[in-house]
């Protein structure tokens, strides 16, 4: 009997603790990290104390609004100082801005004789590198229509 | 390292005018299709600073599986100038067969006037690689679930008030164009050419299997 109000009392204790404490690891990590997955580029947050961003935040937030032509109703997400890296590009200093509510045209056309293709809808989501050390100066983008 | 000074719109010497504003895609260029696959596609291409955007003009290479709808069989690589832009960006755009589609815009000024190289690799796990004048600037993840039967060179605008690529005073061209198949380089030997869109405003004008030309009809600024 002791045993089964053990048992009982111990997996009552687990629900408990599951659900105080609910499994952080398969949490979907944010947009902007499954989308860099998805590339070459890669972004480095680990950003030494002394280093100093001369394009502020919100200078930076402007810059990347007007290059992708975002409307008023987007939204800044996060934007979060890193080093960018790609291939080709090593260690850029950046203001990493995620910008949402955006309504960029996708690029990639392709030629497709005898297929009706109805204009895929527009990519909502950007993520915008512009330069921390230059003002107005824009590094690149990456999207996708992941969600 | 060179990056992007924001700008608007510059009118160039010649500045074409008048075009409307309509939205839709336009494509104009030439491609080629096989039956035993390209492992990749390269192209020079040498254009001009194409005056007014208003949506985005761009100039690219790309494998295709043509036996799937465009955006989930396509790797492309080329340069884009979107409406705002002052100069054009190195791109590379490419979806997998479950639709995810990715677009990575890439730090590099191309001066649209010079000869820039665009090379689109299939890798053997299935990925894509991407290279602009010889550098490897982008890669795809494995396993993008297709394989290239065809490959294109267009110019590409997304509204009637977007200069397509050249004019009937300076031209873009593509050339040097080649191709790999069974692991060899090959100069690409025949291409059609495709007109998709607003049909009235590219042209093309092929002067060689491996070389063409392709303007805006409605444009002669230099």
């Known amino acids: 009997m002791y045993r089964r109000r053990l048992a009982a009392a111990f997996i009552v204790a687990l629900g408990l603790l599951v659900a105080i404490f609910p499994d952080r690891g398969s949490a979907e990590p944010p947009w902007a990290d499954r989308v860099l997955a998805l590339t070459s580029t890669r972004i480095d947050y680990a950003i030494p104390s002394q280093t100093v961003a001369s394009v502020a935040r919100a200078t930076a937030i402007q810059s990347a609004r007007v290059f992708v032509s975002a409307p008023a109703s987007a939204t800044a997400l996060s934007t979060r100082l890193g080093f960018y890296s790609d291939l080709k590009t090593q260690h850029v200093l950046v203001w990493v801005v995620d910008l949402d509510g955006v309504k960029l045209e996708r690029l990639a056309g392709a030629y497709s004789p005898g297929r009706i293709s109805a204009t895929p809808p527009p990519l909502t989501q950007v993520l915008v590198f512009v330069s921390a050390s230059e003002p107005g100066v824009v590094v690149g983008y990456v999207s996708s229509n992941i969600k | ?222």
Request: aromatic share 14%.
């Open chain 2, 1 to 222: 390292m060179s990056g992007l000074l924001l700008a608007f719109p510059r009118p160039a010497a010649g500045f074409c005018t008048g075009l409307g504003s309509q939205p839709g895609v336009t494509l104009g260029g030439r491609y080629r299709t096989t039956l035993v696959g390209y492992q990749a596609v390269n192209a020079y291409i040498q254009g001009r600073d194409a005056t007014p955007i208003v949506n985005s003009t761009s100039a690219w290479d790309m494998l295709k599986d043509p036996g799937a709808p465009g955006d989930r069989s396509l790797a492309q690589a080329g340069t884009l100038r979107r409406v705002g832009w002052s100069a054009y960006y190195p791109f590379a755009a490419w979806s997998s067969s479950t639709g995810v589609y990715v677009e990575d815009i890439k730090p590099d000024s191309p001066n649209p006037s010079l000869n820039h190289t665009y090379l689109v690799e299939a890798l053997a796990d299935n990925s894509y690689q991407f290279s602009f004048d010889g550098t490897v600037f982008d890669h795809s993840l494995p396993n993008q679930g297709w394989w290239p039967y065809q490959i294109q060179f267009f110019g590409e605008t997304h509204d009637r008030g977007d200069h397509f690529p050249g004019s009937t005073a300076a031209q873009v061209e593509f050339w040097g164009l080649t191709m790999k198949i069974s692991d060899g380089w090959y100069t690409v030997d025949s291409m059609t050419n495709g007109l998709q869109g607003y049909t009235d405003i590219p042209g093309i004008n092929a002067v060689a299997p491996n070389d063409f030309y392709i303007w805006d009809t409605r444009c002669s600024d230099v």
